[in-house]
T-cell receptor
Framework: GENVEQHPSTLSVQEGDSAVIKCTYS??????FPWYKQELGKRPQLIID?????GEKKDQRIAVTLNKTAKHFSLHITETQPEDSAVYFC???????????FGPGTSLSVIP | NAGVMQNPRHLVRRRGQEARLRCSPV?????VYWYRQLPEEGLKFMVY????????ESGMPKERFSAEFPKEGPSILRIQQVVRGDSAAYFC????????????FGPGTRLLVL
């Protein structure tokens, strides 16, 4: 089955700097890669997703890149703000079954 | 995602009791997923259901845990004879049709087993 790894597990950046979170997956047939943000005590919320027919997608300060050959994808947050502090989860669909598998999460702290 | 409802939001049970968690998906969504999250850990898939059918329960313990999504009413995750290790946040999510669409999460039920 699908296995999703995520690095780093914790990340601290200064406000205004960029943050990069990287994920790898094992199922070469995976086509859908969402990213979720979970603030403390809250529900996970989708922030961006990418499908295998594109290599990059941007939404304001957030971008995601996908390298299908290497089976990895990354989340880039530019001009970080304190409200970006949260746990970020990457995920990949498991094509043999109708579900997504989540990575273990990255705890991002943006220091004012 | 504001449409997924879960109740109760907090549930306290003593060892050996039953816990019943409810999830009402976004109106019109026919796919429901349940996840368990231990403190400071990730989201672990438990079960995927469509109306009246369990599609994939590979992440759910075979004993004491069961799930249903009836034709009418919410999806129910039932834990019998709870143990302290069942203490966790349980999230459900719904999507319109299939996995390659956004999953909208509910606020979660935080289960504490004393």
């Amino acid at each position: 089955g699908e296995n999703v790894e995520q690095h780093p597990s914790t990340l601290s950046v200064q406000e205004g700097d960029s943050a990069v979170i990287k994920c790898t997956y094992s199922d070469s047939a995976s086509n859908y890669f969402p990213w979720y943000k979970q603030e403390l005590g809250k529900r996970p919320q989708l922030i961006i997703d990418i499908r295998s027919n594109v290599g990059e997608k941007k939404d304001q300060r957030i971008a995601v890149t996908l390298n299908k050959t290497a089976k990895h994808f990354s989340l880039h947050i530019t001009e970080t703000q304190p409200e970006d502090s949260a746990v970020y989860f990457c995920a990949a669909d498991e094509t043999s079954y109708d579900k997504v598998i989540f990575g273990p999460g990255t705890s991002l702290s943006v220091i004012p | 995602n504001a449409g997924v409802m879960q109740n109760p939001r907090h549930l306290v049970r003593r060892r050996g009791q039953e816990a019943r968690l409810r999830c009402s998906p976004v109106k019109g969504h026919s796919h429901v997923y349940w996840y368990r999250q231990l403190p400071e850990e990730g989201l672990k898939f438990m079960v995927y259901l469509q109306k009246e059918n369990i599609i994939d329960e590979s992440g759910m313990p075979k004993e004491r845990f069961s799930a249903e999504f009836p034709k009418e009413g919410p999806s129910i995750l039932r834990i019998q004879q709870v143990v302290r290790g069942d203490s966790a946040a349980y999230f459900c999510a719904s999507s319109p049709q299939q996995v390659q669409e956004t999953q909208y999460f509910g606020p979660g039920t935080r289960l504490l087993v004393l």
